[in-house]
Structure formats: structure tokens, C-alpha cells
């Protein structure tokens, strides 16, 4: 049909619109293309109205490297191909198609066809390499658990993660641990907990696998208590909470608080000898594990809950935390076949009113309640370590 328009219409360019009802969206987007058309539609992972739309994620590789055509998609761009459908289906808060093609966590695995048989003696051929579109080779034995080959692609450190990360070790060492962070990274997102939108987690999970590296504070326990009035009572106060967090400050970070509402005293801020000595003092009493605090706050909602114990716990010590704000919280159900037994994964996202600043955390676990409250603590944590960047750039 493309080549009778094209002869019908010469020196007209085509372009094409191919719906999937039948499942041939990108068959027939490439077919166009061979038959003149030098315009195709389509939207990432083929989302779109009833069974969805050509998925541009498949046609791009496909006609840049199997049908060898010129298009506007460099290679470098393609290689931007799997992160760019796990954030979609990130955003659309649906769970990636491990059998997608080019981008699937299965896409690329290795099989033992025979018993004996190695990845290495027995790979499959492929028509590109998984680096290619972002993704990787991983060995997938019989017992269907994924597991990372050894010959994944290696970690790329941006020059400001890098720089970032220097304060707490030297390069080699942050490349090492990086390398086996991202490899843990790869593991889990082929189980289903991708990281895909979750850059500040990642972040996280860089500086804690570095030794120099000290969380800004420590979570000892918590507990939270849900209560309603019934479900006759729809409407009135229902999923009132009460959190209770218990947690340890840095020493030096409660010195600081302390002398500095000490120099709000007056005759005391004038004395800088008896400051500079309380200082010393406070720094040599044996304290240096930190300074526990208790706090109980309550909200619409368990998780809202702990989010305003967090913050009005921290507040007092990192003021910085008055522009920290919860703009989105989203669940997914990691393994729908397990029904009430599932696995929910949470992502929150954050933003700092007073730069615009934007960043997402991510977590699973069983009880939901603490996917949620390591997700919030790993927000606060990316805030207080990373704030001065988020400044200097709005700057």
C-alpha cells in the first residue's frame, strides 16, 4: 500500500500510523519503510489506545542495525533505549515486559540448551550487541533465576558522580565499588526491582559501599499506629496515624546545633573562649557514636505520618529539611501471582521548594510500611547530601 501511495504521489514524503489490534504495528511500520516510507509514528514500549501503537523501542533498533537504514537515531542515542522504556514504564507505573525485545530483562540471557553445556561453549549468536541499546548479556540457568554474565558491560561514572564521591575514597576504589553496586543493581532489576527512575537510591547505595562514608543520621526503630472509625464511617478521619521514630544523630552534627542556639543566648555568644571550650568539651565526653532522638508525629496516613516524624525529628539539627517536600508516592506489585503474599515496591518522589530541585528513591520489601520508610529515609538522606549541589547549580 506505502509503494502504490508513493507512485501515486511522486516526490510526496510518506509517513505511517500503524495501531497493534493485530499485533503487527512494527511489522507493518517497517514494511512501510521498505515500501518509501521515510516517516514512521509510534510511541515508547507501543503504549497507545486498545492494544496500543507501534513501539518506536523496537522499530529504531531494528531499522538502524538489522534493515541497516539511515535515520535520525544515532548510536548513541539507541544505546539510551533501555533506560528510556524502564522510565516510561516507571512513569506509567507499569511493570516492564521482561520479553520485550532489545530491552527485556531476557532479551539478551544465555541459555544451557544441554546438560553440560556452558554459556561459553554454548552462547547464541546475536544480531548486536546488548550495549548497543543499553542493556546486557546475563546467563539464565534452569532454574529460571537471572544471574549477570561475566561479560557485562562495564560501569560508566559520570565526571560530577565521580567528583562527588571523591571526598569519601580514591578512584580506583570508587570504580570497584561502583562496578559491584551496579552489577547488584542488574541482578534486582531482572527480578523485577528496577532502579529506572530511582537515580537517588542508586546514589545512595555508591556512597554506602565506600567505608569513609557516614550517614547524616541512623534509623534505630519505629513503629505506627493506623485507626479509623469503621467502614460505616467513610468520610470522617479515616487512616489517622501516629508514628513513632527513634534515631541517631552524628556528634558532631548535635554540637553544632547546640553552639550555635548557644550563641542566641547573648553574653554567652560574646564569650568565644567559653564557646570554643564548650566545644571541646562536647567533642571529648565519649559521645561520639551520636545523640538519640525520640519523636512522635502524626498524619493522613501512616506513611504521611513518618514522613512528618522524620522531618520534625531532623528539622532542629538540618534546617535545610523546611524545604523538603513529597511530591509523588506510587506502588507497584512486584509478583501479582503471590496475591495478599506479594512483594510491593514504592517509589516516592521529592522536591526542594526552594531550589525546584527533583529526585526519586525507591524500595521493596514484604510490609509495605518499611518499603515506605526506607524510601523517605533514603530521600532525606539524598537531600542533606547532596543540598549544596542543588544550590550551586540553581546559582
Known sequence: MTRKVGAA???VKIGVHCHNDQGMAVANSLAAVRGGASLIQGTVNGYGERTGNANVISILPTLSEAMERASTISGQTLAGLTPLSRYVDEQANQPSNQAAAYVGGAAFAKTNCFPGASPQTDAVEYRMRPDQVGNCYFMLPSSNELLLGDDASSVVISPLTLQSLSQYGQEEDIRANATRVMRTVQKLSQKG???EGADASVDLMLRRALSAYRAPFEILDYHVLVW????????RDMGQARATVKLRVEQQVVNRYVVKELRKLGDLASDAANLASLAASMASSGQ???????EVAEGNGPVNALGKCLVKALLPLFPVLEFVELSDYKVRILDNEAATGAIPRVMIEFIDTQTGR?????SADSNIITASMNALVDGLEYMLEHRNNFVEREN
Open 288 to 294: 561520639q557514636t551520636g545523640t538519640e532522638l525520640l
Open 358 to 362: 527533583r529526585w526519586t528513591t525507591a
Open 193 to 195: 526491582y528496577f532502579f
Open 228 to 235: 479509623d472509625e469503621g467502614p460505616e464511617q467513610y468520610g
Open 9 to 11: 504521489f511522486p516526490g
